[in-house]
């Protein structure tokens, strides 16, 4: 044996150590220490098709809220000059030079198409995300009480059911046509009831997880419901409530578009504004240009929010931090 320890070149005391029996050492387990938003991230930039996705939302972001702060934009400036309207790309860079005001032409107002749209996101975008924080905010407040609170159950259930079945583009239209179409009166139209669905959605999530063994635990051991709620049930739903934010931005940029473009959007320049501006270019030949460079951006920023916002989801999800 003593040949066999002097092969590896060390003694028997060296290879050997004798281990106090300790039961607190038994009870230490040896693990990672786990922090959930760090796995979030993680798990996010493992895909790298997400650099690019924030890359491109960067770029969204600075054009529609940092850009506009540093062009002074007069949509009626060259009203007066013929020769500035309706120009394609090619023609606005020789009449005005290369440059970001006229790499997308100009308007039936002789304005920069580049700018009028950048500035019209910047009304559209916000609009999107006060409408989001609003219905979100409330939406996944009274759906966790919904879920928890049985004595509300039936009484939500019935208002759902009746709101449930009115169109949602034609209560938007009716609340639009009663106030004027100022931003305020469309976040209003657009939260009057959008909340509801969400409270629904998040109410069915909810009673998937409350009758769950750990939470039958803390109520039989006297923990208040809004604890269970926020330790609990919330943590555990973070990346469904993400994923149904992802979908929620860019759903209501298109209503905005949608009603702008049949003429029951806003009053401002917004993007769906610009787009039904341009309905007669759409098919005018040389004015193409003017009609779908909003569209195509408008596109764009549905598809960066949403894909981002879906990804970040996946991410969130502790089942893929394995």
């Known amino acids: ?52 996705i924030l890359g491109l939302l960067a770029v969204v972001l600075l054009l529609t809220y940092v850009y506009p702060l540093f062009v002074n934009y007069d949509p009626y400036a060259n009203l007066t000059e013929e020769a500035m309207k309706h120009l394609n790309p090619s023609k606005a860079i020789d009449a005005m030079g290369f440059s970001l005001h ?20 910047r009304i559209s975008v916000s609009l999107a995300l006060v409408c989001a924080a609003i219905n979100m905010t409330l939406g996944v407040a009274v759906g966790c009480l919904w879920g928890f609170v049985k004595k509300i159950d039936m009484f939500m259930i019935e208002a759902y059911n009746i709101i449930a079945n009115v169109p949602m583009v034609l209560l938007i239209s009716v609340m639009v046509m009663i106030f004027s179409a100022t931003f305020w009166s469309m976040v209003l139209a657009m939260c009057l009831t959008e909340w509801l669905f969400i409270a629904f959605f998040i109410r069915t999530q909810v009673i998937i997880i409350r009758d769950r063994e750990y939470n039958l635990a803390s109520k039989c051991l006297g923990t208040p419901v809004s604890r269970i709620l926020t330790r609990n049930v919330l943590p555990f739903m973070t990346s469904v409530i993400v994923t149904y934010l992802a979908a929620e931005i860019p759903s209501y940029i298109s209503y905005e578009v949608f009603l702008s473009y049949i003429g029951m959007g806003l009053t401002e320049d917004s993007l769906g ?15 193409e240009f003017e009609f779908w460079a909003p569209v195509a951006v408008s596109a764009i920023i549905t598809v960066v929010l949403y894909v981002a916002g879906q990804n970040l989801g996946d991410a969130a999800d502790p089942r893929t931090h394995m």
Do not use: C, H
């Open 1 to 52: 044996m003593n040949n066999e320890f002097e092969k590896y070149g060390l003694s028997e005391e060296e290879l050997f150590a004798r281990i106090d029996n300790r039961s607190a050492s038994s009870e230490k387990i040896t693990a990672p220490r786990y922090s959930y938003w760090k796995s979030v991230f993680r798990v996010f930039f493992r895909k790298k098709i997400n650099y690019f």
């Open 102 to 121: 006229s790499i997308l032409g100009t308007g039936a107002q002789g304005q920069s198409t580049f700018d009028a749209i950048w500035f019209g996101s």
């Open 273 to 287: 504004k610009i787009i039904q501006a341009a309905q007669s270019a759409m098919i005018t030949p040389g004015w």
